[in-house]
Nanobody, 123 residues
Framework: QVQLVESGGGLVQAGGSLRLSCAAS????????MGWFRQAPGKEREFAAA????????YYADSVKGRFTISRDNAKNTVYLQMNSLHPEYTAVYYC????????????????WGQGPQVTVSS
């Protein structure tokens, strides 16, 4: 099993920045891709960004390009999501996801998910 522990959620004012972290532990040898999803109130969960250790590939949803940056710390098995210039529409629960393949993560079919910290952007 793989455990994903997220941190960094909270309240931020519009225009501000926030960084989320997701640390993977357990049987991480099979994890080659990690990503982030967000679920706004009353809406379905949607893909935001993902990273693969295979080829160091990154992939972003159009809605977050130029605003979100995904990065990783290999030694810590941790993926980060830097979110800049936030506005209230980005208020959501943010979920970390992990699996072997990037396409599996991007499609929302990852085998492992974090608990989802709340991010609230006030106007």
């Amino acid at each position: 099993q793989v455990q994903l522990v997220e941190s960094g959620g909270g309240l931020v004012q519009a225009g501000g920045s926030l960084r989320l972290s997701c640390a993977a532990s357990g049987r991480t040898l099979s994890i080659y891709a990690m990503g982030w999803f967000r679920q706004a109130p009353g809406k379905e969960r949607e893909f935001a960004a993902a990273f693969s250790w295979i080829g160091s590939s990154t992939y972003y949803a159009d809605s977050v390009k130029g605003r979100f940056t995904i990065s990783r710390d290999n030694a810590k098995n941790t993926v980060y999501l830097q979110m800049n210039s936030l506005h209230p529409e980005y208020t959501a629960v943010y979920y970390c996801a992990a699996d072997t393949l990037l396409r599996t993560v991007v499609a929302g079919r990852a085998g492992y998910w974090g608990q989802g910290p709340q991010v609230t952007v006030s106007s």
